[in-house]
């Protein structure tokens, strides 16, 4: 088991592409058994996804919009043309891509394209190690819902809600030679080594709590019998006073540093947080939110800095890396898939170089490829795939024989 990444500037430039995928072939000492492909909104999505399967017609190919480009190992690459590829090389393991267009029925859908991932793997009825979901932003929660009818709870999903630069429907999922802007992709992985996540937020819990007392979806009506607004306003003492009056868009700052969360079990003595990224205040006062909340919830008023922001990614790797550490050596870790919020990671834009330099000291220099996204899901300690923001997922590939 192999893999390897490479990245471009301009997925226009097709002499450029060919030299990524030259690049790529030639690390990982053959053609790969399945890449994973993220690029910024204007990348040339269908282009870079046809010349990938005209070069590796064997190939799975998972992928989707990343927020502003990409970071690899040493490099964040903001540009609106830029991708990058991670590929793995493995022929005693199995991995299968299948989407579906999403549209009324999204459990629907989403099982749809597990069966037809199943199946490109070869494995119908099978378990897999760990499900890659990428889908538009909206209807998370239902697809993790649809997944976990066909495969349980217990196995872990891990992927982000394909994102753009502006929140304006220009993000785009790839499932092999497939490319659309409303497609759910399902990847299912059989690997001969093993696949491990971590799933954090890395901000910190404030004592200002309340309970949910009136929701709708992805609406926050009302906090302990008051407007949604007006308790996020006292409890972030004023950062919204003027939205509240008139409504509007929460600040990027504001959502950066205060989101709310809630509890999604303990690990341990350690409570873990599940964050909802604040997006607009209604004029009756109701927040709307990226997640959806439920009348009954506690939500807590989470608490970021911008250091944290920029520590928490490489945090997280050296957290799973010590976890490998003592249950089968962390020398057998080939590399990295990591999915970074990208409203942090727009906030703290001109510190990413330091994001990836502290990613690169904690993976030990190993290659990864980041995707910055419009929502995230992972597996928690405490157990069950959830959906939420302002999160980072590090995804650890494992070789069997290292």
Known sequence: ?????TWERDGTDFPAVRGALQRLEGSLGGPPDIVFFFGAESCNPRGIAEMLSVRWPQARVHGGSSCMGV???ERFEAHPQSFGLLG?????GAYGVGSVELGADPRHDVQRALTLALEQADRPGEVPAMVLLTSP???EEELLLGIAEVLGPAVPVAGGSAGDDAVSGKWWQAANRSVGHQLVVVTVLFPSGSVVSSF???YEVTA???RVTRATGRNLHEIDGRPAATVYNEWTVGAIADIVKRGGKVLQKTSALHPLGRSAGASGDVVEFLLSFIDTVLEDGTITLFTEVKEGEQLWLMRGTDESLVERAARIARVSLDGLVQERGADRVIGALVVFCAACAVYIRERMPEVV????????SRPYLGTFTFGEQGCFLAGGNRHGNMMVTV?????QDS
């Open 395 to 399: 995804i650890l590939f494992v070789d």
């Open 88 to 92: 793995i090389v493995d022929p005693r």
């Open 200 to 202: 954090q937020s890395g």
């Open 71 to 73: 970071m690899t190992r």
């Open 357 to 364: 330099e502290r990613l690169d000291k904690a993976l030990g």
């Open 137 to 139: 932003p909206g209807q």
């Open 1 to 5: 088991m192999k893999l390897e990444t």
């Open 208 to 210: 200002l709590s309340a």
